[in-house]
C-alpha cells in the first residue's frame, strides 16, 4: 500500500506506557452503545435493513457476557473500568504513522458513504496502547488483540499485535494490517448504525451458542465493512499488487477454524464467534468488490 505523504488522522490518543492505571475498583459493567444511532431518516441506508434482519434473527434466552464481540483476534477478557486519554501521540515511528494514515483513509471513505446518504460521518478515536489499556468497556490487556469499544466510540490496538500478525498468525504485509484497522472501524460503522447496540441488547436473552452464532454474522459484516474500505481504497490507485491477497490471507489466517486448529489442535465449531476463515475472506472480498453496504447483509440467510 502506497501509503507514505498521504494525510494522517488527529484522532488518536497516545496511551503507551501507561499502563492502564491498574484495574479500576468496582465500577458496574455496563451494556455500551444505545444512543447516538445516526441514521433515524437519512433514507435508504442498508443498516434500517440490517437491523430489521437482526430482529428477525433472534429469540431466545440466557445470559452470556455482552464484551465478548468487542474482543478480535486474542482470548482476552475484559473487565469494567475507566476511560483515560492523552491525545498526544508519543512515538511517532513509522508503524504509528502507518496506524494514523489508514485510519484517516477510512476517514476519507466512510465520510463519503455517509454524505452519500445525506448523513454525517462521526469519525471514532484510535487508542494506542501498550501491555494494557482502560476503556468504556472495560479494562484489556494487549492480549486480547486489537478491540472496539462502542461506549466511548474508540478503537483500541496495541500496535504490537502487527508483529503477532506476521510472526504468529503468519498474516504478513501492511494492507493485512489495514485490514485489522479497518475492520475495527467497520464495528464503529455498525454502532453508527444500529447493529451493535441491538446486538448487545439482544445477546442477553441468547444462549453462549446462539450469541456465538449471531456474533459471527456481526463479525463477518465488519470484515465485509473493511473490503468496503479496500474497494474506495483500490480506487485511489494507492494499493500496490498483492495487496488485496496480504488481506484475504489475515482474514485466513484469524478465521475461527484456523486459529483453532493451531492452538488446540482441533476445532468447536459451536465456539466460533468470528467466522471461519473462508467465511472471512470471503465476506471481505464481497466488501471489496462492490463497494456497497447492500452487499454485506450478513444477517440474511447462510454466510
Ligand atoms: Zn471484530
Known amino acids: 500500500m ?8 488527529d484522532n488518536v490518543e497516545d496511551q ?42 433472534l429469540k431466545f434466552c440466557t445470559n452470556i457476557d ?5 474482543v ?29 494514515t489508514v485510519l484517516a483513509e477510512t476517514e ?13 460521518y462521526p469519525a471514532p478515536t484510535m487508542v494506542l496502547f501498550s501491555d494494557q489499556v482502560r476503556s468504556a468497556c472495560g479494562f484489556a490487556s494487549a492480549a486480547s488483540g486489537p478491540f472496539y469499544c462502542p461506549g466511548d466510540r474508540k478503537l483500541y490496538i496495541d500496535l504490537s499485535f502487527y508483529d503477532e500478525l506476521d510472526k504468529k498468525f503468519g498474516a504478513s504485509g501492511d494492507f493485512a494490517q489495514a485490514y485489522v484497522l479497518a475492520h475495527e472501524v ?13 446486538f448487545n441488547q439482544m445477546r442477553q436473552n441468547m444462549s453462549e451458542a446462539e ?56 476445532v468447536v465449531p459451536e465456539s466460533f464467534n468470528h467466522g471461519t476463515s473462508d467465511q472471512r475472506s470471503k465476506w471481505f472480498k464481497r466488501g471489496f468488490d462492490s463497494g456497497k453496504l447492500d452487499n454485506c447483509d450478513t444477517f440474511s440467510g447462510s454466510i
Open 66 to 70: 455482552p464484551m465478548q464481540i468487542l
Open 2 to 9: 502506497r501509503w507514505q505523504g498521504r494525510r494522517q488522522s
Open 108 to 120: 476519507d471513505v466512510w465520510s463519503g458513504i455517509f454524505k452519500a446518504e445525506g448523513q454525517t
Open 16 to 57: 503507551r506506557g501507561e499502563g492502564g492505571g491498574g484495574f479500576p475498583g468496582g465500577g458496574r459493567f455496563r451494556i455500551p452503545g444505545g444512543s447516538g444511532l445516526r441514521t433515524a431518516g437519512g433514507g435508504g441506508f442498508s443498516g434500517i435493513l440490517i437491523l430489521a434482519a437482526i430482529f428477525l434473527f
Open 211 to 266: 450469541a456465538n452464532a449471531m456474533s459471527v454474522r456481526v463479525e463477518l459484516q465488519a470484515d465485509c465493512f473493511a473490503g468496503i474500505w479496500g474497494h474506495f481504497t483500490e480506487q485511489k490507485g494507492i494499493l500496490d499488487v498483492g495487496d488485496l491477497d496480504e488481506a484475504l490471507n489475515a482474514a485466513q489466517q484469524i478465521g475461527d477454524d484456523t486459529m483453532q486448529r493451531k492452538t488446540q489442535g482441533y
Open 186 to 198: 467497520g464495528h464503529h460503522v455498525q454502532n453508527l448504525i444500529g447493529v451493535l447496540p441491538k
Open 72 to 100: 478480535d483476534s486474542g482470548g482476552g477478557q475484559l473487565v469494567p473500568g475507566q476511560t483515560q486519554s492523552d491525545t498526544s501521540v508519543k512515538n511517532n515511528d513509522e508503524t504509528t504513522q502507518f496506524a494514523k
